[in-house]
């Protein structure tokens, strides 16, 4: 990815996905059953496209969310967050819940999620509009896309409209692959067909992810974790920090090397498990 020169209007990022509200909770010692343990419980947006947005802007790009919302107090939380952030959140608004995930944070940083996606994964290609797209220079696609209908066809839809928004100038498409666990649930071989109907430029993943989809070929970022990243550029380490909450930090990678090439691709993933919740911190 061609990061922003200075003499270059802002990036605008496009994201497609679930906004969510992120429940965290950090506990004190490990859980024991039938006893009660002392922990640190946040609320947060969240949602691996809300991230993505979230730090987008947090580097001075221009943001934009697409996803489907619901009507109750639990959105309503988590876009006002989103929007604090200076992220626009576009989509339609139906009744019924939005996506609540909670994340328990486990020894050395990683964590588990239980997670109810609530009416987001019900996104429609016929409810996207257009001109949400017209504007953007890359669209980033959530994996979680392309694990469920009808948001498939959103994501596909979305693709279409980015590229054709101008024929002298068409966005360009990213795709981060969600988890191994849940490509392995829906199937590689329909995951895959997913992946070449949406015909990423670039994707991001996991070693995991990235193994579990053999027979896809694209331009690659691979995320090591602790390690640092393999980039079409190359490798480059991580530095070695104090880990308080991983939760987020692909997607701080994946934000900072669509506005700023790998090195602020390590940076941003670096100071993200620094935070507690997945977004950046605000001013």
Request: hydrophobic share 45%; net charge negative.
């Amino acid at each position: 990815m061609e990061p922003v020169g200075e003499d270059r209007q802002p990036l605008s990022v496009c994201t497609i996905g679930d906004l969510i509200l992120d429940v965290l909770v950090l506990p004190s010692r490990p859980l024991v059953s039938d006893a009660d343990t002392p922990a640190t419980i946040r609320l947060a947006a969240g949602g691996q496209a809300a991230n993505v947005a979230a730090w987008c802007s947090a580097q001075g790009a221009r943001s934009r969310l697409i996803c489907r919302r619901g009507s109750d107090s639990s959105t309503r939380l988590a876009g006002a967050e989103l929007e604090r952030h200076g992220v626009e959140v576009c989509g339609p608004v139906v009744e019924g819940r939005g996506g609540v995930v909670v994340s328990l944070r486990e020894d050395g940083g990683r964590r588990t999620m239980a997670s109810d996606r609530g009416v987001a994964a019900g996104l429609a290609a016929s409810e996207l509009d257009p001109a949400w797209l017209g504007s953007c220079d890359v669209l980033h696609v959530s994996g979680y896309c392309l694990l469920r209908e009808p948001m498939v066809e959103a994501a596909i839809e979305a693709a279409r409209l980015i590229r054709g928004s101008d024929p002298d100038r068409p966005g360009r498409v990213t795709v981060d692959l969600a988890s191994a666990h849940d490509i392995e649930i829906l199937g590689a071989a329909t995951f895959t067909e997913r992946l070449e109907a949406l015909a990423p430029d670039l994707a991001f993943a996991t070693e995991a992810e990235r193994a579990a989809v053999p027979g896809f070929d694209a331009a690659w970022v691979i995320k090591l974790g602790s390690r640092g990243a393999r980039f079409p550029e190359g490798f480059y380490p991580a530095p070695a920090v104090d880990v308080l909450d991983a939760t987020g930090a692909g997607d701080a990678l994946a934000a900072g090397y669509l506005v700023g090439g790998p090195e602020r691709a390590i940076e941003l993933a670096a100071r993200a498990v620094g935070l507690l919740g997945a977004m950046p911190a605000l001013a």
